[in-house]
């Protein structure tokens, strides 16, 4: 772990796997010191955010190296149930890139207990992992320039939803209306780091 400065209010640890990150992120979020105000993991780090009128760098910093990381297992976030329709366009292409077949993909995406690794690229999407090895395909070759709302794809380790029309090059498996990102819900995600997520076909 190697933690580094980020403004007068934010320290950013940097780690090794997003294992690491997750860790470090359950254990974090469930014995929260004073003082600080967000933890924003992403792939490979953990921005952690506080408030300067309550605690300083140092304290922070000490809190983060002397946490021990957590499991998986060890922590019970609130899981999110999701419907899905599995009418991607690349549904048959993905069922042949792994082998598994259409039926087997839509087996496999569904039963596997997902976990909202971290958020980006739009309000609302979250990169969702933790499944089936056997659905990890490549992005694809030419990304589109426009997928529709709702999409749910597949790259790489990851799963996701397309909160929004927007280009993207994610394998596209299927599509759900769960409403994503809304701005005037508190949170406004309704995917957010640590929760659990598992898919439902429909």
């Known amino acids: 772990m190697k933690i580094l400065r980020a403004g007068d209010s934010a320290l950013l640890a940097e780690f090794d796997s997003l294992d690491d990150v997750l860790g470090h992120f359950r254990a974090l979020d469930q014995d929260r010191t004073g003082g600080v105000v967000d933890l924003i993991p992403a792939a490979r780090t953990l921005l952690v955010c506080f408030d300067p009128s309550e605690t300083d760098a140092p304290a922070v910093h000490r809190w983060i190296t002397t946490t021990p990381p957590l499991p998986g297992d060890a922590v019970d976030f609130e899981e999110v149930i999701l419907e899905v ?34 958020g980006g690229f739009a309000p609302g999407f979250a990169y969702l992992t933790g499944g089936d090895s056997r ?4 992005r694809r070759n030419s990304p589109r320039t426009t997928v529709p709302s709702g999409a749910v794809g597949l790259a790489g380790e990851f799963s996701g939803i397309y909160p929004r029309q927007s280009p993207g090059g994610w394998q596209l498996i299927g599509t759900s209306e769960a409403p994503l990102w809304q701005p005037d819900r508190r949170p406004a995600a309704l995917l957010r780091p640590g929760r659990t997520v598992r898919f439902v076909a429909i």
């Open 135 to 138: 659905l990890q395909v490549p």
């Open 85 to 118: 329709r599995y009418d991607g366009v690349d549904l048959e292409e993905v069922g042949e890139l792994t082998g598994l077949g259409p039926e087997g993909v839509v087996a496999a995406h569904t039963s596997s207990r997902w976990t909202v690794a971290f």
